[in-house]
């Protein structure tokens, strides 16, 4: 779609009238390799977009902005949808974050935000209509937060804020991590209650949102319900269970940066690369996911390179570790010294250090717990071992990874640092 900024849009209006105006925002976005072409078959693919135009000043915006806002606003019609899931935050970034959410009924939305509540004058356009709906803000500053709302017809949600990641290394920061939050919506909620009160920039879910994936009611009850305005404040990144199960709904749900699958994928955030990976996928050596994995490792200039994946390495708990987890992953994660590997799938809390590589269970985020098996005692890289619902919080910076284990009780279950 078109990307004009207020003054532009104005002199637009000006020249062919705000009915034609009103046809340039129906213009449906330019698609590239991120906006998912090869979406999978059924649930409903979000439509994309590009940023639109930002606040010029940090003061009261100015009549031009106001009044292309004015007229922005204008176009959207006079729907009064209900909003089922959002606003909530995806693949955030030091100059960009992704607002999604889904409405009852078609309809095309905007997503308004500015540095203040004053300010609230740059403006970002789903012009489809469709309800679920993706919006990419551009433009933005790294290390600043914003206030945001959106607009679907004449609806406004309710007021919300996001921050935006540090730009380049050196900056430190503070994220969370928790998985196997299914099945249990009151424990999820509990959880998530204690991670609002922490500082993390952003969280990861190491999977098993859901029990059963194929299920629309299922995400609505275990999965957005529980997490509230976590989801509205702070980027969730996830990570493909069993349980999802390769769903169309976790591919309509989220939006990450993928290599042209959104099954795998990596960010970076400050001295970190984070590679995700789709451990239900094939991982043998040559396979597809296998090779990207080690192109993104090898490639890696970051200080702490940390990969996640459903199924665990090494556990002692009740499913153990994966057979094809160890064989493709492990060598990898050793040869390209990786500092940490989040796992899941078990239902507890586990730390184990083997080979240089610290690997943590973060599976205790609302399922039915399970303890460990019978021969725990007899693996000496598990130093930590604990069955209590739980999440993990943890600081990057330039010298070293911290990790702080909290149990739902707010007390601390573990405690791990890594140094190099």
């Given amino acids: 779609m078109m990307n004009l900024g207020p003054k532009a849009l104005l ?43 930002a606040p010029s000043a940090a003061g009261p915006g100015g009549e031009a902005e106001r009044a292309a806002l004015d007229a922005a606003r204008n176009a959207l019609g ?22 999604m959410w889904e409405s009852d009924v078609e309809a095309r939305g905007m997503v308004e935000y500015g540095r203040t509540r004053e300010t609230m004058t740059g403006f970002a356009l789903a012009p489809l209509a469709r309800k679920v709906q993706e919006v990419e803000i551009a433009g933005l500053r790294p290390e600043t937060t914003y206030f945001y709302q959106v607009r679907v017809g ?4 309710d007021l919300q804020t996001f921050a935006t990641y540090p730009e380049g290394a050196g900056k430190p920061y503070t994220m969370l991590v928790y998985g196997d939050s ?52 702070r980027v969730l990144w996830p990570v493909m269970g069993n349980h999802e199960a390769n769903s169309p709904w976790y591919f309509t749900f989220f939006s990450v940066p993928g290599p042209g699958t959104e099954n795998y994928y990596t960010f970076s955030v400050g001295d970190a690369k984070y590679v995700v990976v789709d451990s239900n996928l094939p991982l043998a050596a040559g396979s597809p996911q296998i090779t990207w994995a080690e192109a993104e490792m090898k490639g890696s200039t970051a200080k702490w390179l940390i990969v996640i ?93 911290e990790g702080v284990v909290k149990g739902t009780d707010g007390k601390e279950i573990d405690r791990f640092r890594i140094a190099r």
Avoid at 87 to 99: A, C, D, F, I, W
Avoid at 323 to 339: D, G, H, I, M
């Fill in 11 to 53: 002199q637009v209006a000006a020249s062919v009238g705000f009915g034609v105006l009103f046809l340039l925002f129906m213009l449906p976005p330019r698609l590239t390799a991120e906006d998912r072409a090869d979406a999978p078959a059924g649930g409903q693919e979000p439509a994309a977009v590009a940023a639109a135009p």
């Fill in 309 to 401: 994946a459903h199924h665990p390495a090494y556990s002692t708990g009740d499913h153990g570790g994966y057979p094809l987890v160890q064989a493709a992953l492990v060598p990898l994660l050793e040869k390209y010294r990786a500092a940490l590997f989040f796992q899941g799938h078990d239902h507890n809390y586990e730390r184990l250090e083997k080979n240089g590589v610290t690997y943590v269970t973060a599976g205790g985020g609302g399922a039915r717990l399970r303890g460990a098996t019978a021969d725990a005692k007899d693996t000496p890289w598990s130093k930590k071992f604990a069955m209590a619902h739980h999440y993990c919080v943890v600081s990057i910076a330039p010298g070293a990874i």
């Fill in 78 to 99: 006079a729907e009064t949808p209900a909003f089922l899931k959002g606003p909530y935050l995806q693949n955030g970034g030091p100059k960009r974050m992704t607002v």
């Fill in 182 to 233: 299914r099945s249990f919506p009151s424990t999820h909620a509990a959880i998530v209650r204690k991670m609002q009160a922490e500082d993390g920039l952003f969280f990861i879910n190491t999977g098993d949102m859901v029990k059963v994936g194929s299920s629309y009611d299922a995400w609505r009850t275990e999965h957005f319900e529980p997490l509230g305005d976590m989801g509205a404040r």
């Fill in 154 to 157: 004449r609806k406004l949600s």
